[in-house]
């Protein structure tokens, strides 16, 4: 048995002063006060100092960090992904894929259902890094209007037998879609998918409000990195946006990097879905963590400067890291940390319905970040085992 302590603690949905955490084969055993309970004599005492212990973070929207893309055929790619994510925090993730050609789709769907399994047969075990726990396919069942910088000529309608090919490829693990719900065919789509377990999700849609309403009756449930990819709010024809903002069974991510949305946008956003519908992405590409230069995303090429990704013009993804994310949280909404930190673990964790990732309770993953008082990551566990942060 490991005990942890600490200054500070974030369940998150209560502060724990002066916490003892216990941990015993990968799994929170027990949370109390240090002057409430003694440290047991057979564990191992691990002082974490005056920081803050928070719950690990999920990244469900991410393409790439480090130099590689998710769907590089690249043994090293993932490895160094997931070390990279968990320098920032980030405990588990869904490998992210953009519109490609359909059989590199198929490849790297394969490719990373074998990813997946692999992480799932070390059960508890210590990893070097976060832990992909599924599949987002992001793409090609899209809208060509609010493509954005996917290929255009990659694009598919959604029909249930392209689906079923994308299903077989990933053995079952694609646990996110994001869907165009105006396009021919997206309702029975969103409905089978959802029979599936798929968290669906709208977005890169020109759909009015009425569409999108029908989709969301259909199945969807989550809005993807919002107002980016999407038809205008408008005060006439409220499109898309206007059913995210408003439908209580729709939770919305964003990319709070500070370039995807004005600050007051993600004002708009946190106070219309709230502290529990409100959820962090990164949508990073392979060029996070990496200097100015060009990089790619997918089949495409996107050169990175000052900050911003871009492909032809347009922004393609971000450069932004999951602690990042909490921080600009914080700060552009007035939002305790405590708040923010749970937009990046338990509102992303309950999207996902992983009931035992993204908080710190009883019977949860010791899955934990540690943070100083200013949200900067400090050490990464995983299954209560420190994960290299250098």
């Known amino acids: 048995m490991l005990a942890f302590t600490a200054k500070l603690l974030l369940t998150p949905t209560e502060n724990v002063d002066h916490p003892l955490l216990l941990v015993e084969d990968g799994t929170i055993a027990e949370i109390a006060n240090?002057?409430?309970?003694?440290?047991?004599?057979?564990?191992?005492?691990?002082?974490?100092?005056?920081s803050i212990v928070a719950p690990g973070y999920l990244d469900l929207?991410?393409?790439?960090?480090?130099?590689?893309?998710?769907?590089?055929?690249?043994?090293a790619a993932l490895p160094a992904i997931e070390h990279l994510l968990a320098q920032h925090g980030v405990t588990a993730y869904y490998p992210?894929?953009?519109?490609?050609?359909?059989d590199a789709t198929l490849s790297a769907l394969q490719r990373l259902a074998h990813a997946v399994e692999h992480s799932k047969l070390g059960g508890k075990r210590s990893r070097a890094g976060a832990s992909p726990l599924g599949i987002h396919l992001e793409g090609p069942f899209i809208s060509h209007a609010r493509k954005g910088v996917h290929p255009p000529d990659n694009l598919l309608p959604p029909t249930l037998a392209t689906f079923e090919r994308f299903w077989q490829a990933a053995r079952g693990h694609i646990k996110m879609m994001t869907i165009a719900p105006e396009l021919d065919g997206a309702a029975e789509l969103i409905a089978e998918a959802t029979r599936r377990g798929v968290c669906v999700s709208l977005g890169h849609s020109d759909a009015?409000?009425?569409?999108?309403?029908?989709?969301?009756?259909?199945?969807?449930?989550?809005?993807?990195?919002t107002f980016n990819a999407m038809r205008p709010l408008d005060h006439r024809g409220p499109g898309i946006l206007g059913a995210v903002l408003t439908d209580c069974r729709v939770s919305a991510d964003m990319i709070v990097d500070g370039v995807h949305l004005d600050p007051a946008i993600v004002k708009l956003v946190a106070r219309a879905k709230g502290l529990e519908q409100t959820v962090l992405i990164t949508d990073a590409t392979s060029a996070t963590g990496m200097p100015d230069g060009r990089y790619h995303l997918g089949s495409f090429e996107v050169e990175v400067k000052g900050g911003k990704c871009m492909a032809n013009g347009k922004l393609a993804g971000s450069i932004l890291t999951m602690?990042?994310?909490?921080?600009?949280?914080?700060?552009f909404t007035g939002w305790t940390l405590s708040q923010a930190v749970a937009a990046a673990s338990r509102n992303p964790a309950r999207v996902?319905?992983?009931?035992?990732?993204?908080?710190?309770?009883?019977?949860?993953?010791?899955?934990?970040?540690?943070l100083n008082p200013a949200g900067e990551v400090l050490r990464t566990f995983i299954g209560g085992v420190e994960c290299s942060t250098q």
Not at 96 to 102: G, H, I, Q
């Open 61 to 75: 929207h991410i393409h790439g960090s480090a130099g590689f893309d998710v769907m590089d055929d690249n043994p």
């Open 323 to 331: 602690d990042n994310a909490v921080r600009n949280l914080a700060r």
């Open 352 to 370: 996902a319905r992983l009931a035992n990732k993204g908080v710190l309770t009883a019977g949860a993953d010791a899955d934990f970040v540690v």
């Open 96 to 102: 992210t894929t953009v519109t490609a050609p359909l």
């Open 34 to 50: 240090q002057a409430a309970r003694t440290v047991p004599p057979a564990a191992t005492l691990v002082d974490l100092g005056d």
């Open 208 to 225: 009015n409000f009425d569409t999108a309403e029908g989709g969301i009756a259909a199945g969807a449930r989550h809005a993807t990195h």
